[in-house]
């Protein structure tokens, strides 16, 4: 399977605790975007890396939010102290970097429910 | 504030018939323009995009970009239920930002 492998599929965990989720993009792509979701509404963007470079994070995106991508390959997204409002599907995408049009290639997300 | 405006239905389609699903977008530079397909519990799957002003096909498809009035379309022809599912359009503006719309809810009925 070639495409964006994102685990785990499904994490439920307590308020107040660590969470870290790991993404592996399709391999000859240099981008990688983190986005969220809930339900009804439309992927919103959180941060994306072009090779191991964090080129943009959006500003919404609280300080408890980290995301590395240390060789340029697979990337983790780390939430610290969990809220409940951070119950959400959380989605990688993938894309190559030429042009400015690469369409996007999702991951099947991770789940995520805080308690 | 650029924005990406969808209906969010339900549109209700019988099998076998045309679906015709519309979105506009606010940034008169915006220069691509994608449409994502996404079942329930499930992630984004890309169906097409489209750069130019006019029509791209592909297969059952159709992709209808009109960059003067700034609205793009998904037609689906001969509708299918394995076709229901909430369709979100997506356009990189012209700070090449993506803005998502917040998708459409397709409901193909036999």
């Known amino acids: 399977d070639t495409g964006v492998s994102q685990n785990p599929r499904h994490k439920i965990t307590k308020r107040g605790q660590n969470v870290t989720f790991r993404c592996d993009p399709i391999?000859?792509?240099?981008?990688l975007y983190w986005y969220r979701q809930t339900l009804g509404q439309g992927p919103e963007f959180l941060t994306y890396f072009q090779n191991e470079a964090q080129l943009e994070k959006s500003r919404l995106l609280s300080d408890r939010f980290s995301a590395e991508r240390p060789k340029g390959s697979f990337s983790t997204l780390e939430i610290q102290r969990t809220e409940q409002g951070d119950s959400a599907m959380y989605l990688c995408?993938?894309?190559?970097?030429?042009?400015?049009?690469?369409?996007?290639?999702f991951g099947n997300g991770t789940r995520l429910t805080v308690t | 504030q650029k924005e990406v405006e969808q209906n969010s239905g339900p549109l209700s389609v019988p099998e076998g018939a045309i679906a015709s699903l519309n979105c506009t977008y606010s940034d008169r530079g915006s220069q691509s323009f994608f449409w994502y397909r996404q079942y329930s519990g499930k992630s984004p799957e890309l169906i097409m995009f489209?750069?130019s002003n006019g029509d791209k096909e592909d297969g059952r498809f159709t992709a209808q970009l009109n960059k003067a009035s700034q609205y793009v379309s998904l037609l689906i022809r001969d509708s299918q239920p394995s076709d229901s599912a909430t369709y979100l359009c997506?356009?990189?503006?012209?700070?090449?930002?993506?803005?998502w719309g917040a998708g459409t809810k397709l409901i193909i009925k036999p």
């Open positions: 489209i750069y």
């Open positions: 997506a356009v990189i503006d012209s700070n090449y930002q993506l803005i």
């Open positions: 391999s000859e792509h240099n981008r």
């Open positions: 995408a993938s894309s190559l970097a030429w042009g400015e049009n690469s369409p996007l290639h």
